[in-house]
């Protein structure tokens, strides 16, 4: 059996601000209405959910060239601007299954935050504007955040094995900190009054 038959061929990849990889072999969109419970403000979601034209507001283009162990998926996140009540748009935010996995973030567009909260008690938030890249360790829920005018494009990378898992914010009450517009239009970070905190064994090691 051919190298290329195990472990895939090379790909050439070129990404751009506006969220597209050349190269790339998958998508996904989310829309707004794929987003209920995300913001606390429901009112608010449901304003914006009724003035909604359906277009995406955050998608990933991605390329996947094997499955084995030791691949990596290398992709781009591109996230819309805007607030849902005094929250800024956001992606749903993930931990991965492989708790111990890490991933790469790399700015390309726009001025976004990584807001990222430890299963044992810490969080932090990393802003990330183009040419600035954020290392988000193993054992990090992670999300991001656009807190900025335009597009809010990153490039990424992490193992292809390494997995998603979706639900562990929503199980929480969401993340410990929101990203708010604060005084003078700059982004905050504020204690969630409706985070519950993280059930240790959600994810598997």
Same mark, same amino acid.
């Given at each position: 059996m051919r190298?290329?038959?195990?472990?895939?061929?090379?790909? %050439? +990849?070129?990404?751009? =601000?506006? /969220?597209?990889l050349e190269g790339s072999d998958g998508r996904y969109e989310k829309? +707004? *209405?794929? +987003? =209920? /419970?995300?913001?606390?403000?429901? =009112?608010?979601?449901?304003?914006?959910?009724?003035?909604?034209?359906?277009?995406p507001v955050y998608w990933v283009e991605s390329s996947t060239p094997s499955q084995v162990a030791g691949a990596l998926t290398i992709g781009v996140s591109c996230l819309r601007p805007g607030t849902i009540g005094n929250e800024f748009a956001m992606t749903r935010g993930h931990i991965h299954r492989t708790v111990g996995a890490a991933e790469l973030y790399y700015g390309l567009s726009g001025r976004g935050v990584m807001l990222m909260d430890a299963l044992d008690g810490d969080s932090r938030a990393v802003e990330i504007t183009p040419g600035v890249a954020v290392h988000v360790p193993g054992g990090w829920i992670h999300r991001s955040v656009n807190v900025g005018d335009e597009l809010f494009t990153t490039l990424f990378c992490y193992a292809t094995d390494a997995g998603q898992d979706y639900d562990v914010i929503a199980h929480a009450?969401?993340? %410990? *900190? +929101?990203?708010?517009?604060? =005084?003078? /239009?700059?982004w905050a970070q504020v204690p969630n009054p409706d985070h519950r905190g993280y059930r240790s064994g959600e994810t598997d090691e």
């Open positions: 190298t290329e038959d195990i472990y895939g061929a090379p790909v %050439r +990849l070129a990404p751009d =601000a506006e /969220g597209t829309r +707004l *209405s794929d +987003l =209920a /419970g995300l913001y606390r403000d429901d =009112a608010a979601y449901a304003r914006a959910l009724e003035a909604d034209q359906g277009e009450g969401g993340m %410990r *900190s +929101l990203i708010v517009r604060g =005084a003078g /239009g700059a």
